[in-house]
């Protein structure tokens, strides 16, 4: 059981297609370095326990942190190949069943995977291999392993070399998730709901501000005045 970040020829041809950089500039608009988004697959390999006829239930904490950062920061649907053509295939399949309820306990319904076999012929044991695609966020590469000027002898009032590395290292370690490097996220549509609740009050001619409670008040107390 391990969990690395690269793809083997057992992930789909598709999946390996899309990993790579996004193409994303490495510059500000103001010509700074600027940390960018790389795209990566996280990977896990999930033994079969052949005696018990399902998964190996001892794994289940690292897969728990493994689906709660696809939740967080994944993108796409969650990748499962599953042997075919092995000695076990028999528990393997109960452990994909298994494995489709666990995923769905945790809010990660069918919608959001897809599933397809690999050659598993001469392997014992052979593991379900989950997967998906998620973003690091790197620096340019002149921000990396820098040797720093003496800045004392800047006399040409010019910006040194590598200006702007601080600030594009410290983004790149605050950013939730590094896909926002991008661009920004789309928003969702109003609440016509509300909307209509807005205006209809408006058209009785009443305000359309939340009503406060005399208990909301903000008035200090005159114990301590």
Same mark, same amino acid.
């Given at each position: ?72 920061? #994944?993108?796409? *649907?969650? %990748? !499962? +190949? &599953?042997? /075919?053509?092995?000695? @076990?295939?028999? =528990? ?31 392997? #014992?044991?052979? *593991?379900? %291999? !989950? +997967? &998906?695609? /998620?973003?690091?966020? @790197?620096?340019? =590469? ?84």
């Amino acid at each position: 059981m391990k969990m690395i970040k690269t793809l083997t020829a057992l992930i789909p041809a598709a999946f390996l297609a899309a990993c790579g950089t996004t193409g994303t500039s490495t510059t500000n608009l103001i010509g700074f370095p600027e940390a960018r988004p790389v795209q990566e697959a996280a990977r896990m390999d999930l033994l079969v326990d052949a005696e018990a006829n399902g998964l190996l239930w001892s794994q289940l904490g690292m897969f728990q942190a493994f689906v709660d950062h696809y939740k967080s920061n #994944g993108h796409g *649907p969650i %990748i !499962v +190949s &599953y042997p /075919h053509g092995g000695s @076990e295939d028999a =528990a393997a399949h109960s452990a994909l069943s298994e494995l489709r309820a666990f995923l769905d306990s945790q809010g990660v319904s069918a919608r959001y995977t897809e599933e397809g076999p690999y050659n598993a012929s001469g392997m #014992g044991n052979a *593991p379900l %291999i !989950v +997967s &998906y695609l /998620h973003y690091v966020a @790197e620096l340019p =590469a002149e921000c990396e392993n820098r040797q720093w000027d003496d800045l004392v002898r800047e006399r040409n009032n010019q910006a040194y070399a590598g200006f702007g590395c601080f600030m594009a290292q410290n983004r790149a370690a605050m950013v939730g998730d590094p896909y926002h490097l991008i661009g920004p996220t789309d928003s969702d549509a109003p609440d016509g709901s509300r909307r209509q609740t807005v205006l209809d009050t408006y058209r009785r001619g009443e305000p359309t501000g939340t009503q406060r409670r005399d208990d909301e008040s903000g008035a200090v107390s005159s114990a301590v005045e």
